[in-house]
């Protein structure tokens, strides 16, 4: 059982959330508590099952000033305070998350997870398209409906049987 943290214990708004910003859990969140342990392993404290991610990915560590990921196997004691801003996005493996207090707004999740080429410039580009705080939260997508069937084959044509002897000269002569 992990130690009460101090999200536990802060008001409600200004209670830290992890957010996942991209993947399979794209817009989860749940409550962030210093020293949870992230990955696809349902022993972690905060499960994601995507593709690539370790079975114990890392170790969440908050400061008063910040966040930030540590590998599992660390040990807690000894390490600098956490120096990420909240609500900065970084990345898991192939997810993003940030850790933000309930009312800060959702950041746009970067288009490409942790691909060399996305990197910062994907970090860079969340924080400049991050929603004003005073903007009205987005209204949730209707679900989809599902796409018409492919049309069928064309219908055959018959031949007219009621048409009488057949005659096929010009003029007719039948």
Do not use: Y
Not at 27 to 53: F, K, M, R
């Amino acid at each position: 059982m992990n130690p009460p943290s101090q999200a536990r214990n802060a008001p409600a708004q200004d209670a830290l959330e992890l957010r996942v910003l991209s993947g399979l859990h794209h817009q989860a969140s749940c409550l962030a508590e210093d020293g949870a342990v992230l990955g696809s392993d349902p022993d972690c404290d905060v499960v994601l099952a995507d593709t690539g991610l370790g079975a114990r990915a890392a170790r969440l560590r908050i400061g008063p000033q910040g966040w930030d990921l540590a590998p599992d196997q660390e040990p807690p004691a000894g390490q600098a305070e956490p120096a990420t801003p909240f609500n900065q996005p970084m990345p898991l493996g192939p997810v993003w998350v940030t850790v933000a207090r309930r009312a800060d707004p959702w950041l746009a999740g970067p288009i490409a997870a942790n691909d060399g080429d996305a990197g910062a410039s994907a970090v860079i580009a969340a924080t400049a398209t991050a929603p004003a705080a005073s903007a009205p939260a987005a209204p949730e997508a209707a679900p989809r409906e599902p796409a018409p069937p492919p049309p069928g084959p064309p219908p055959r044509r018959r031949a007219n049987a009621t048409a009488g002897p057949s005659c096929w000269a010009w003029p007719p002569s039948c």
